[in-house]
């Protein structure tokens, strides 16, 4: 997968789970949690989610890497490379 799909793919997911998002005022560098008000179950569904459409196994031990759009990106690329 690309940076682009990636990004596209967990911008789609996030918007799933929390609708009420402006999904072009987020800042990629900062934490979602921060940002945007998730939460540790909405952290959780979205990397349900991404494994389910992605096949990638994401242990609870990496969730801390997938906390922002960046991260995810990045997380994500280096495991479907």
Known sequence: MTDDEIKALFLR??????????LSEIDPAVDLR??????????L??????????????????YPRMTSLNGCVAYLHSRTS
């Open 13 to 22: 997911e996030l918007h799933r789970i929390a609708p009420e998002v402006e």
């Open 34 to 43: 921060e940002q945007i008000d998730l939460d540790s179950m909405d952290i």
């Open 45 to 62: 569904n979205l990397a349900i989610v991404i494994h389910e459409t992605t096949g990638v196994d994401i242990p609870e031990a990496d």
